[in-house]
């Protein structure tokens, strides 16, 4: 299983950034997907995840900029992310799970700048 996240960058406060992560070697649309954030010094923390229906859930530091979406027939999930603050800059993964099963992509940064 590998899961390849992209479209991390450096962009000014205000700005967006799409990201997405590309999974192979599994059947992607009988897994759950989710996207976590992790910037320094702090633990990493649920951004935004979508169900197997289609189900959505954010963090509140997301909700109203932040939207999570998959497209199964090409096994990519995307985060776009609109209206970025410092707060923002974060390594972002990509994760997908399903009945104990849990992978992890390797991360793509976004930093934010004020």
């Known amino acids: 299983v590998q899961l390849q996240a992209s479209g991390g960058g450096l962009v000014q406060a205000g700005g967006s950034l799409r990201l997405s992560c590309v999974a192979s070697?599994?059947?992607?649309?009988?897994?759950?997907t989710g996207w976590y954030r992790q910037a320094p010094g702090k633990q990493r923390e649920l951004v935004a995840e979508i169900s197997i229906g289609g189900f959505t859930n954010y963090a509140d530091s997301a909700k109203g900029r932040f939207t999570v979406s998959r497209d199964n027939a090409v096994n990519t999930m995307y985060l776009q992310m609109n209206s970025l603050k410092p707060e923002d800059t974060a390594v972002y993964y990509c994760n997908i799970r399903r009945r104990g099963l849990d992978y992890w992509g390797k991360g793509t940064l976004v930093t934010v700048s004020s």
């Open positions: 070697g599994i059947t992607f649309s009988s897994y759950s």
